[in-house]
């Protein structure tokens, strides 16, 4: 056995309750003057800014998918003429995605709040949209310093977005186990975030008052965004970037149709790590379970379902193969067209 192990994570403070300390975590973590970094629902920011009490300096309410350049540019000038000394990200992977952008010019620590299962809080991955094309990359300045898991705050998430997020959070999971850089501890750990999810989404989506599954699926998202900090990703996340940002189709729900097909690409070249993430889920074929599981919550299963045009396929493949990366399976043109072709229609793997 070989491999090296090299787990930066925040500190994090899980459970119901967790964000009763939020004033004494803020505080810990250096921050006098807070930004409270959310969407402009602004859902969460009366309670959260209440709770920081002077320990709050104001509140940018712009966050949005995929952190267009614009808006991190903005929010910078505003932190600035603040003079805030950290941000308080509260939502889901948009709020948290532009604290990071705030973080990766303005050295300042962030204390995240992750409201759905996308699991952006616990990595030091970044990104950022410019004119439709999206960059991301690793820093350690944009990992957040803290998080407060507090399941909570996702009683009011509806099943239309519970769902496609838990399956956000179930392929860091898969693809931790058949990542280049996987390790032991992180290929337990994604087991027990595949088994975690998929014993709790039906539960959440069936019975939203059901306190218990939500912290039992907040649990497997903190473990699947542990999985994607701590380990490389593959074809699956490839592919979900490159139909997320070029096609613009929503960031969970493209998750949610193309892992069962990633999973089927890989089910040769990954056959151990298959193995895993089926008996994880209770199934016989990680694939198809996937798909199964997707039905089951409600989530899509169809890229056509989803906006994405059929003319653009051939697009999409080109760009997903345009730059080699690592897979289990080595990724060709013909190979990654037809799991697109696959995902349009719905096809069960
Ligand atoms: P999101 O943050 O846009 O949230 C989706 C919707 O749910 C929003 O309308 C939001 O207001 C609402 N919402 C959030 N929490 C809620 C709650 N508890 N109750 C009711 N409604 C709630 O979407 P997301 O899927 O969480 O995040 C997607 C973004 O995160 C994408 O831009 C993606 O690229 C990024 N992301 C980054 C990483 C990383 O490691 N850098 C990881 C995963 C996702």
């Not at 930066?8 to 003057?33: M, N, S, T, Y």
């Not at 004119?131 to 507090?150: F, Q």
């Amino acid at each position: 056995m070989k491999f090296i192990a090299d787990h930066p994570a925040p500190r994090v403070i899980f459970g119901i309750g967790a964000l009763d300390q939020l004033a004494d975590e803020v505080k810990r973590a250096g921050i006098h003057r807070a930004v409270v970094v959310s969407t402009p629902d602004r859902r969460f920011v009366d309670d959260v800014t209440r709770r920081l009490g002077g320990l709050s300096s104001g509140v940018y309410a712009n966050a949005v998918m995929h952190v267009p350049v614009e808006t991190a540019r903005a929010a910078r000038s505003y932190v600035r003429e603040l003079g805030a000394d950290g941000c308080v990200a509260i939502g889901g992977g948009s709020s948290i995605g532009l604290a990071k952008a705030i973080a990766l010019e303005i050295e300042i620590p962030i204390v995240a709040i992750p409201t759905t299962y996308a699991g952006s809080e616990m990595t030091s991955i970044y990104g950022l949209s410019d004119a439709g094309v999206k960059r991301t990359g690793r820093d350690r300045r944009v990992l957040p310093r803290t998080v407060l898991y507090d399941p909570a705050l996702t009683l009011p998430l509806p099943p239309r977005v519970a769902g496609p997020s838990g399956m956000n959070a179930l392929a860091h999971c898969v693809e931790a186990l058949y990542a280049q850089d996987a390790n032991p501890v992180i290929t337990l750990v994604a087991a027990e975030g595949i088994r975690a999810l998929s014993r709790s989404l039906p539960e959440v989506v069936d019975n939203a008052a059901n306190l218990e599954a939500r912290t039992d699926a907040l649990y497997g998202a903190w473990l699947g965004g542990t999985a994607l900090g701590a380990v490389g990703m593959a074809i699956h996340h490839k592919l979900c970037h490159t139909l997320g940002g070029s096609f613009n189709l929503p960031h969970a729900e493209v998750h949610s149709v193309i892992l069962p097909h990633a999973a089927a690409f890989n089910r040769e070249a990954a056959s151990a790590a298959m193995r895993t993430a089926a008996a994880a889920l209770g199934t016989s074929d990680a694939a198809g379970g996937l798909f199964d599981l997707a039905v089951r919550i409600g989530a899509p299963t169809s890229l056509k379902a989803i906006g994405m045009p059929e003319d653009g396929l051939d697009r999409a493949a080109t760009l997903a193969t345009t730059n080699p990366y690592y897979n289990p399976r080595p990724v060709d043109y013909a190979g990654v067209r037809t799991l697109l072709d696959n995902a349009f229609h719905g096809r069960r793997p």
